[in-house]
């Protein structure tokens, strides 16, 4: 197989999780909103959804999904990085190594909470951060960050796609991912932040 053929290849697996993965992603981000509104919606939904990604074939799929696709990220980003030359470029090679290590982080913080210490990952867990008021403002930046990784390299990914085509509204679509991100971090932020028992405000 050639180098070019293979890239090609990576690049087409890559793509393909990416829009499993990053539906599951979009619907945990969307769950974190309603948070906002308090604990009782937040785990109505959170219990719905757990009716499906908890299956045990589901999870295994999902969690396998993740790995390889943080794996052929790293990959991606090894290759691409000494031909990046452009500020999109640079975007997703940032958001790409910033989500491949909150990604890991995450997981192995999930799996052995549920896995060795028997702790339900739910909202509780999720706020665990936020229980000080240094804490929550490190976690808040953090999830934020996370979150605008994830539409940014999402934003670049669909920007290449329509660069050669348009690229006025290639540049448009780009900033209204962008502009929703943003939206949609701050509102998951605040989610967590408002739910969370802060000691330093109390």
Known sequence: MGE??????????????????????LVHLLNQAVAAF???????ILQALRLVYR?????????????VQVALGLLMVRRAASRANDRVHWLQLLAAGYMALFISAHL????????????????????????????????????FLAIMAFFVHVACALYWRGYDYDRERAEK?????????CIMALAAAFGLWRTAEIATLA
Do not use: K
């Not at 308090?38 to 109505?44: H, R, T």
């Not at 299956?55 to 790995?67: R, S």
């Open 4 to 25: 070019v053929t293979r890239h090609i290849r990576l690049r087409g697996i890559h793509a393909t999780l990416g829009i499993i993965v990053g539906s599951f992603v």
């Open 38 to 44: 308090g604990e009782q919606p937040y785990d109505q």
């Open 55 to 67: 299956q045990p074939i589901v999870e295994l799929l999902l969690v396998t999904a993740v790995l």
């Open 108 to 143: 192995i913080a999930i799996l052995l909470a549920r896995t060795v210490f028997g702790v339900d990952t739910g909202l509780s867990f999720a706020t665990l951060g936020y229980q000080t008021l240094p804490g929550a403002l490190a976690m808040s930046l953090i999830h």
């Open 173 to 181: 679509r780009f900033s209204a991912i962008i502009a929703f991100g």
